[in-house]
């Protein structure tokens, strides 16, 4: 079983930038696409970045493209997202997923993952 914990979020001010990070444990997560996903209170889950296991390919979402940037760590089990130029908009909880290990089905639906952290709060204020 994989546990994934993000750490990270937090209030900004717009224009602003914020890293959030997500270790694993349980098992490596080398073999795995990991993706970040967003939620508003009523909301449903929202696509934000994704970094197939290879960490060749990623996937952004057209409303942080340029902005937000998604990479990953596997000697030290952590996927990141570095989120530059925030806007109030961006604000969310904010989940880390991991897929199954060579996962190679579509890394943009959150049924492309099987584990997910408990959510790191990220706030941009006007």
């Known amino acids: 079983q994989v546990q994934l914990v993000e750490s990270g979020g937090g209030l900004v001010q717009a224009g602003g930038s914020l890293r959030l990070s997500c270790a694993a444990s349980?098992?490596?997560?080398?073999?795995?696409?990991m993706g970040w996903f967003r939620q508003e209170p009523g909301k449903e889950r929202d696509f934000v970045a994704a970094?197939?296991?290879?960490?060749?390919?990623?996937d952004y979402a057209d409303s942080v493209q340029g902005r937000f940037t998604i990479s990953r760590d596997n000697a030290k089990n952590t996927l990141y997202l570095q989120m530059n130029s925030l806007k109030p908009e961006d604000t969310a909880m904010y989940y880390c997923?991991?897929?199954?290990?060579?996962?190679?089905?579509?890394?943009?639906?959150?049924?492309?993952?099987?584990?997910w952290g408990q959510g790191a709060q990220v706030t941009v204020s006007s």
């Open positions: 997923a991991a897929s199954t290990p060579l996962y190679s089905g579509n890394i943009v639906r959150p049924q492309g993952y099987i584990h």
């Open positions: 970094i197939n296991w290879i960490g060749s390919g990623t």
């Open positions: 349980g098992r490596p997560v080398s073999s795995s696409a």
